[in-house]
């Protein structure tokens, strides 16, 4: 089973991908982290993509299409995957098309998380990342995953972990803007990607404005 995910940042998007990776036991292979973690690794691509990531930029096409398409023929994606972060601009959008016609394979579903973009933007800000694992979640803006307080200090709500930190590019207004701008654009940006993927599968689209579990609900409702 292959699937994609899309969803503005801040969106909960991450949060929702490892609920489906949990349903069905695929790899989630998200770009965000891949960089994440080559940028703590100190590697050429770390370097390579920190200088756009911290703008708030997409790191370039010709780095970031040959990393994922490289990464799903990987063993352990032979019986699936799910990607999420990736496509992010129609031009990428159409390499994974071609890469799927290709290998002769299908997307069994494609799933678009939709939020105002104001919300999406405070959400953001208020996310903070716990040491301890990445996909802890953790948010000071929205009450169903506050962290938790140990003696007076915010620690993580899954492991009590006391190493909660915000993410540069989380914090700064100007590149929030930037990636939302990516986003929401129906031109070449990510929603030009979701409606490149509307006209060739069925997009099940989510909304992303309730609390999490409740988001998580509705996902798993339209999941076979
Ligand atoms: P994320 O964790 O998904 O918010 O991604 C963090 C940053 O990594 C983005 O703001 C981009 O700079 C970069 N990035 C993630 N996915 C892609 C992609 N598909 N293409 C180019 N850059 C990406």
Same mark, same amino acid.
Request: aromatic share 4%; charged share 30%.
């Given at each position: 089973?292959?699937?994609?995910?899309?969803?503005?940042?801040?969106?909960?998007?991450?949060?929702?991908?490892?609920?489906?990776?949990?349903?069905?036991?695929?790899?989630?292979?998200?770009?965000?982290?891949?960089?994440?973690?080559?940028?703590?690794?100190?590697?050429?691509?770390?370097?390579?993509?920190?200088?756009?990531?911290?703008?708030?930029?997409?790191?370039?096409?010709?780095?970031?299409?040959?990393?994922?398409?490289?990464?799903?023929?990987?063993?352990?994606?032979?019986?699936?995957?799910?990607?999420?972060?990736?496509?992010?601009?129609?031009?990428?959008?159409?390499?994974?098309?071609?890469?799927?016609?290709?290998?002769?394979?299908?997307?069994?579903?494609? *799933?678009? +998380?939709?939020?105002?973009?104001?919300?999406? =933007?405070?959400?953001? &800000?208020?996310? /903070?990342? @716990?040491?301890? %694992?990445?996909?802890?979640?953790?948010? *000071?803006? +929205?009450?169903?995953?506050?962290?938790?307080? =140990?003696?007076?200090? &915010?620690?993580? /709500?899954? @492991?009590?972990? %006391?190493?909660?930190?915000?993410?540069?590019?989380?914090?700064?207004?100007?590149?929030?803007?930037?990636?939302?701008?990516?986003?929401?654009?129906?031109?070449?940006?990510?929603?030009?990607?979701?409606?490149?993927?509307?006209?060739?599968?069925?997009?099940?689209?989510?909304?992303?404005?309730?609390?999490?579990?409740?988001?998580?609900?509705?996902?798993?409702?339209?999941?076979?």
């Amino acid at each position: 089973m292959n699937i994609l995910i899309f969803g503005p940042n801040g969106s909960g998007k991450g949060t929702q991908g490892a609920v489906v990776q949990k349903k069905y036991g695929l790899p989630l292979i998200e770009t965000g982290v891949i960089f994440r973690e080559n940028i703590k690794k100190g590697t050429d691509l770390g370097r390579k993509a920190k200088e756009f990531i911290d703008k708030g930029e997409l790191v370039p096409d010709a780095v970031t299409v040959p990393m994922i398409l490289d990464r799903l023929r990987e063993q352990d994606c032979a019986g699936g995957w799910i990607l999420d972060g990736f496509p992010r601009n129609l031009a990428q959008a159409e390499a994974l098309g071609e890469a799927l016609d290709k290998a002769g394979m299908k997307l069994d579903y494609v *799933i678009e +998380i939709t939020l105002d973009r104001s919300i999406a =933007k405070r959400r953001i &800000m208020g996310r /903070r990342l @716990c040491a301890a %694992d990445n996909n802890h979640p953790n948010n *000071i803006c +929205i009450d169903a995953i506050k962290p938790a307080l =140990k003696d007076g200090k &915010m620690v993580c /709500r899954v @492991c009590g972990c %006391d190493k909660l930190t915000a993410r540069a590019d989380d914090q700064d207004e100007a590149a929030i803007d930037k990636r939302h701008g990516i986003y929401y654009d129906t031109a070449t940006g990510t929603l030009a990607a979701v409606n490149y993927f509307k006209k060739r599968t069925k997009v099940l689209e989510i909304d992303g404005t309730p609390g999490v579990q409740e988001v998580s609900q509705a996902l798993l409702a339209k999941l076979s």
